[in-house]
């Protein structure tokens, strides 16, 4: 990490942080899982999953957007015995590649797909509108939408349990100055109102409450963070998906979707100075799945190859209806914070201190949230 970060702090030992952290909220957790330490509490969450989804056709959903960690997790509820309903977002944006890994992935487990496809019109009015807001989350649209139809699926099929990809062994860092939370409704809308053109009828939602209330509440909704009770080293699962999924390798964390690719390797860098392989790398470092020296060699490499970069910058500005330049006159326009625009953001920092204040009282488990 560096001073990207803006927020980013040093002790006495030149230690930041993100690492000081990762060290009291997330290390005994990984260290839990690497060492089996905690496989009785897994196969306590697998047998609760299973008795919540007796007599249905499912028992749980898994998210698949073909990348790393929603791929292994199929791999592993399968495994572990569960019946899950593989549930799929497409917003327009998937490479074939992605395509290919998806359906051998359902084929070879033999698991149930449903692939929820996105009105393009509404989806490329939305994703424009966050471009012309110039704000750093402009991958907002996709993981709004994505979140809001797994938990109607859910609903709709009577599945208590969602089970997520999201893990600390791989993800522990990244810095909050580098986005904002896709969740937020009320920020959605603000920067659709202001920059959008088209109403969005059929565009999936969820707001605070019926994430935290009404699902959880009604439906008896939960999510299981399942990989931060098992080991989990990425080049090994890649090898491993690889071999009994026949698997292949985008080149970049969230590299499945075009747009995911464009903006987080040319979009953010250009625009805001951020390079997410700082954070992805800096978690694998912490986690002791890559040295520090060999994160630094791998961030020598440019973001985008160039022949490449420019393929992609005609692809995604014509597939959003404009042209080359139209679509750099709105990146080369002055960066805004999200702050800039209206949030709900209170809510979430009242959620996140009650909720830590339960999780101190009642030590509920790290797999669930």
Wanted: with cysteine; charged share 25%.
């Amino acid at each position: 990490m560096d001073t990207s970060d803006p927020d980013i702090s040093f002790d006495a030992a030149g230690v930041c942080n993100h690492c000081r952290s990762y060290e009291i909220e997330a290390k005994p957790i990984v260290d839990r899982a690497d060492s089996g330490q905690a496989a009785p509490e897994l196969a306590r969450v697998v047998a609760k999953i299973k008795a919540a989804g007796k007599g249905r056709e499912y028992d749980c959903l898994i998210g698949l957007s073909g990348g790393v960690d929603s791929s292994y997790v199929a791999a592993k509820v399968k495994e572990l015995g569960l019946r899950p309903l593989a549930v799929h977002f497409d917003s327009g944006w998937n490479s074939e590649l992605a395509v290919n890994n998806i359906e051998n992935i359902v084929k070879r487990l033999d698991i149930d797909l449903y692939t929820y496809v996105c009105d393009w019109d509404e989806m490329r009015d939305l994703q424009l509108a966050f471009f012309k807001a110039g704000v750093a989350n402009c991958d907002t649209p996709t993981d709004h939408a994505f979140l809001a139809v797994l938990y109607r699926v859910a609903a709709k099929h009577g599945i208590r349990h969602i089970v997520t990809g999201t893990n600390f062994a791989t993800e522990a860092i990244l810095p909050r100055a580098w986005g904002y939370s896709p969740a937020d409704l009320t920020h959605l809308r603000a920067i659709h109102k202001r920059f959008g053109t088209r109403p969005l009828k059929t565009y999936p939602t969820l707001g605070f409450f019926a994430r935290y209330f009404y699902y959880p509440v009604v439906h008896g909704l939960r999510t299981v963070r399942i990989l931060n009770l098992m080991p989990y080293n990425k080049a090994r699962v890649k090898e491993a998906i690889k071999q009994d999924l026949g698997w292949r390798d985008y080149g970049g964390k969230h590299y499945e979707s075009i747009f995911t690719r464009f903006f987080q390797a040319y979009y953010l860098p250009h625009k805001f100075g951020y390079d997410k392989r700082r954070a992805h790398l800096s978690s694998l470092i912490v986690s002791g799945q890559m040295t520090r020296e060999e994160a630094l060699l791998e961030l020598q490499q440019p973001t985008y190859p160039a022949d490449k970069l420019a393929t992609d910058k005609e692809f995604v500005a014509k597939k959003i209806g404009l042209s080359v330049a139209e679509f750099d006159q709105i990146v080369e326009q002055a960066p805004h914070d999200y702050s800039e625009y209206p949030t709900e953001e209170w809510l979430y920092k009242v959620k996140g201190a009650v909720w830590g204040a339960v999780k101190k009282l009642r030590g509920i488990t790290t797999a669930r949230v």
